[in-house]
T-cell receptor, first 114, second 109 residues
């Protein structure tokens, strides 16, 4: 399967713990995006990378959130000191670096905070 | 905020064409129309996109009006597996995707 891969698929943790998610994009894609989706809503943009550079961050990305993409390949999204409101599906997408190219999504990591 | 308006839901019979409407009256000249769908517990799946010409691929057809203020996604022969939330998105080149609530398509046997 050469699609976008996300790990883990599900994560359950206690409030206050730190969590880290991983995204492996489609190998030829140099743009990588993170989105968050809560129940009944469409996905909301969090941040995106072009190669290893983080070019845009949403105001939804509080100080407790950090994303990295070392060497421009896979990316990690870390949430520190998790809160109940962080419970959501975290989606990763990737695309070619051309203006109208579509983003292709993984199946997400579902985070549940106890 | 999403720049598109979609009805909240619609249904169609299996085997018939499903025509999903979308209004985007404030679309700018360089913005593309994208369609994605999302089946429960999966990530959004790219379907098709276009600028001003009608587009067709193996999944669907996209019809964009001449003034570009609305479009229709056509699934020519809907199956039960097409039951999903369908998102119509207007996107400036190279930017993020801004999702609305989409339209829930229910295909009935």
């Amino acid at each position: 399967d050469t699609g976008v891969s996300q790990d883990p698929r599900h994560k359950i943790t206690k409030r206050g713990q730190n969590v880290t998610f991983r995204c492996d994009p489609i190998s030829e894609h140099n743009r990588l995006y993170w989105y968050r989706q809560t129940l009944g809503q469409g996905p909301e943009f969090l941040t995106y990378f072009q190669n290893e550079a983080q070019l845009e961050k949403s105001r939804l990305l509080s100080d407790r959130f950090s994303a990295e993409r070392p060497k421009g390949s896979f990316s990690t999204l870390e949430i520190q000191r998790t809160e109940q409101g962080d419970s959501a599906m975290y989606l990763c997408a990737s695309s070619f670096d051309r203006s109208n190219q579509p983003q292709h999504f993984g199946d997400g990591t579902r985070l549940s905070i106890l | 905020d999403a720049k598109t308006t979609q009805p909240p839901s619609m249904d169609c019979a299996e085997g018939r064409a499903a025509n999903l409407p979308c209004n985007h009256s404030t679309i700018s000249g360089n913005e593309y129309v994208y369609w994605y769908r999302q089946i429960h517990s999966q990530g959004p799946q790219y379907i098709i996109h276009g600028l001003k010409n009608n587009e067709t691929n193996e999944m669907a057809s996209l019809i964009i009006t001449e003034d570009r203020k609305s479009s229709t996604l056509i699934l020519p022969h809907a199956t039960l597996r097409d039951t999903a939330v369908y998102y119509c998105i207007v996107r400036p080149p190279g930017s993020r995707l801004t999702f609305g609530k989409g339209i829930t398509l229910s295909v009935r046997p």
